[in-house]
């Protein structure tokens, strides 16, 4: 859970419920805000310049409009039910309750721990953002937008609110003791397998992977790239819930995993191709950051540099693997990317979390040995989930709607066939 | 007359320009092309997904001349868009059976 000491997961939920015996605390009231503006801009405009950059031109406002869509949609069934269901009173510890549907009983006076629920709220709000949205790197370039929007609003209310309520509701898994600070399974599992399981359904984009797909506009992608290290600042220090050392140590290890993450991929790029490239700098950057998000609350700094280089290392693989092996098309790689560097960083966690390899401690009679037992349940468990939902929602919606664009739409663009717009008039 | 289209490197437009300005041609046309001859493509990499590149950028140089001017022009393009290695491109040459001036209706070499 998020509080890498005594605080259980348990405990975060019933927050809002004890809240009357905790006073609100300006400074961690102050940086829980600031994390949320920061975990937003990831999303807007961060990942969507990132994607954007990699597509070809034909479909870069495509793109931006998937996430921009995405996070408009998900924030409204966040009030209907996501928020309840995520951190509602748990049933049975599979997921919240409706009690907190339409944000119920939040005011002004709502605690959650130090700071008001109503920032929880907003803070939890740009992580089902961001999930659905990174998911949208599988689909580029071929998937209906109303079908993409059906699947989402779908998605997150039958995927991600479970699997949150699971982990940091005070579901089964944290009660296992599970440790996934800030999303490493929640987030960049979900987010990997659905888009690989889209990837399959939908099938290819036509030519590939045999004619040349080049991203159209890579200065814009690196910008992006930039927004999101720096939003990932309040995604995991954010994740300490507090204004503290577990904060600071938090933004320290995950600077260092962005760092690792870029400088391993670029050597695997310079010893197996000959040459370091820009896109894959970046890449080993975001890559870097997924595989520390999880470890990010556990882990010291030199847990960090070996889960950089590791996370570095294994997306680096898995991506060859996917792409020219397996020869599927999971478009921007979000699989290889985040769901690889999240599953490493997981893992990684039960280890690095031991006080005798810098880490900030495990819990009291617990093993590495066993916390990396508890580990792979999690990530068994958040994998086969989501696949299984992702695939059987695609196959419904399917029947639907047509997934995908007709072939000559796709040779026309999405941005002109979808949206009556052209990204570049010059 | 004369109609010289060059097809050279990207870099060498300034010499050629110049070389040009040296014999008396007074005007040109250059686009931006892309293209191939003997020299191969280059490949790029993007995560490893490898993509040969068949066309490469080349910029064309388009020239009318009068008859007299043309083996000067022709050589002065030779030896300035020349590096001595593959790719260093072509020049075609052909017959123009007339030229006109716009903006005051002269014709022929005077139109040049």
């Known amino acids: ?426 | 007359m004369k109609l010289i289209t060059a097809v050279i490197k990207p870099f060498r437009l300034d010499d050629v320009r110049n070389a040009l300005a040296e014999v008396g041609v007074q005007g040109m046309t250059v686009t931006e092309v892309k293209g191939f001859g003997r020299q191969r493509g280059h490949t790029e990499l993007y995560r490893g997904a490898e993509y040969v590149v068949d066309f490469l950028p080349k910029v064309k140089v388009e020239v009318a001349l009068s008859e007299d001017l043309a083996e000067r022009a022709i050589e002065a393009i030779v030896d300035s868009a020349r590096t001595g290695k593959v790719g260093d491109g072509k020049i075609f040459v052909t017959e123009l059976t007339e030229v006109y001036r716009i903006r005051t209706g002269e014709t022929g070499d005077q139109a040049i």
């Open chain 1, 1 to 426: 859970m998020r509080k890498p000491t005594t605080i259980t997961a348990l405990t975060v939920a019933l927050w809002p419920a004890i809240g009357a015996s905790q006073a609100l605390d300006s400074g961690d009231t102050a940086w829980m805000l600031t994390s949320t503006a920061l975990v937003l801009f990831m999303t807007l405009p961060g990942l969507a310049l990132f994607y954007a950059g990699l597509v070809r031109s034909r479909n870069v406002l495509s793109v931006v409009m998937q996430c921009f869509a995405i996070a408009c949609m998900v924030s409204v069934i966040w009030v209907v039910c996501g928020y309840s269901l995520a951190f509602g009173d748990s049933v049975g510890g599979y997921v919240g309750g409706l009690g907190k549907a339409w944000l119920s009983g939040v005011g002004l006076d709502a605690l959650s721990g130090t700071y008001p629920e109503s920032v929880f709220i907003m803070f939890q709000l740009t992580f089902a953002i961001i999930t659905p949205a990174l998911f949208v790197g599988g689909i580029a370039e071929r998937m209906r937008f109303s079908a993409m929007l059906i699947f989402v609003a779908a998605w997150v209310v039958l995927v991600y609110f479970p699997v949150a309520h699971w982990v940091w509701g005070g579901g089964w898994l944290a009660d296992l003791g599970f440790r996934d600070f800030a999303g490493g399974a929640v987030v960049h599992i979900t987010a990997g397998v659905a888009a690989l399981v889209a990837a399959l359904v939908l099938g290819n984009r036509s030519g590939f992977p045999t004619t040349a797909m080049p991203p159209h506009n890579l200065p814009m992608t690196v910008t992006g790239a930039c927004m999101l290290w720096v939003g990932w600042f309040g995604f995991n220090a954010g994740s300490a819930l507090a204004a503290d050392g577990a904060a600071g140590m938090a933004m320290l290890v995950t600077h260092i995993g962005a760092s690792l993450g870029s400088l391993t991929w670029m050597a695997c790029e310079w010893v197996r191709y000959g040459k370091p490239s820009v896109l894959g700098i970046v890449t080993g950057m975001v890559a870097g950051l997924a595989t520390i998000t999880p470890a990010s609350g556990f882990v010291g700094p030199m847990g960090a540099l070996v889960i950089g280089i590791a996370g570095g290392l294994g997306c680096f693989l898995a991506t060859q693997f996917i792409k020219r092996k397996l020869k599927i098309d999971d478009t921007l790689d979000v699989f290889p990317v985040h769901a690889v560097g999240g599953m490493i960083g997981l893992l990684l966690t039960a280890f690095f979390s031991a006080t005798s390899l810098g880490g900030l401690g495990l819990d009291e009679g617990v093993s590495a040995g066993s916390q990396f037992g508890v580990q792979v349940v999690g990530i068994v468990a958040t994998f086969v989930w989501c696949a299984a939902l992702s695939f059987a929602l695609l196959k419904v919606i399917n029947a639907i709607v047509p997934l995908r664009v007709s072939s000559e739409e796709e040779t026309e663009g999405l941005d002109i066939v979808l949206h009556e717009e052209s990204g570049y008039n010059l």
